[in-house]
T-cell receptor, first 111, second 113 residues
Framework: GQQVMQIPQYQHVQEGEDFTTYCNSS?????IQWYKQRPGGHPVFLIQ?????EVKKQKRLTFQFGEAKKNSSLHITATQTTDVGTYFC???????????FGTGTRLLVSP | KAGVTQTPRYLIKTRGQQVTLSCSPI?????VSWYQQTPGQGLQFLFE???????NKGNFPGRFSGRQFSNSRSEMNVSTLELGDSALYLC????????????FGPGTRLLVL
């Protein structure tokens, strides 16, 4: 079945450093969604990318969708302690009507 | 608009028991999906309900079942609990299909002893 992998699994940064997580799908995606889950919380939708090569920004967060629509990245500039959490990408399953979530990247930010 | 609500928030059961979890979606959302989240396996799709019908099912044993009522509220049942069923069970709603943006509830944390 379709698989969505994310790297790294875990990253620990100092506040102010940049952070990037990469998402790779085994199949072409019609769109990619990103979610953030704070410790002890639930996943919260951040953004959706649809077009090949699309780049979207939300303040310090930059999201990219690959040209082949099989990969995506999330870059955080100058991390803050509020960025702590696990970031998931998710893409629609090609065969079934459901989202397949990536393995997640856990970000820890030290002040 | 109120968000997705789930009850109970925490639950402790013993092996062999059964459990029922409840989820109320965002008003107007007709699709309700259930996910199991564990540290080792991440977010795993259980099933999706739309208009009281199960539309999709993940790779879980038949001990996991669910249903949806006419008001879109959904319940999930796990029978003959096993230790490995300990997890955070998340419900998510969306307008039309489970391929769309998912709005998650706070989850029910189940511990099986």
């Amino acid at each position: 079945g379709q698989q969505v992998m994310q790297i790294p699994q875990y990253q620990h940064v100092q506040e102010g450093e940049d952070f990037t997580t990469y998402c790779n799908s085994s199949t072409t995606l019609s769109n990619i969604q990103w979610y953030k889950q704070r410790p002890g919380g639930h996943p919260v939708f951040l953004i959706q990318l649809v077009k090949s090569g699309e780049v979207k920004k939300q303040k310090r967060l930059t999201f990219q969708f690959g040209e082949a629509k099989k990969n995506s990245s999330l870059h955080i500039t100058a991390t803050q302690t509020t960025d702590v959490g696990t970031y998931f990408c998710a893409g629609p399953d090609t065969g079934f009507q459901k989202l397949v979530f990536g393995t997640g990247t856990r970000l820890l930010v030290s002040p | 608009k109120a968000g997705v609500t789930q009850t109970p928030r925490y639950l402790i059961k013993t092996r062999g028991q059964q459990v029922t979890l409840s989820c109320s979606p965002i008003s107007g959302h007709r699709s309700v999906s259930w996910y199991q989240q564990t540290p080792g396996q991440g977010l795993q799709f259980l099933f999706e309900y739309f208009s009281e019908t199960q539309r999709n099912k993940g790779n879980f044993p038949g001990r996991f079942s669910g249903r949806q009522f006419s008001n879109s509220r959904s319940e999930m049942n796990v029978s003959t609990l096993e230790l490995g069923d300990s997890a955070l069970y998340l419900c998510a709603s969306s307008l039309g299909t489970s391929r769309e943006t998912q709005y998650f509830g706070p989850g029910t944390r189940l511990l099986v002893l």
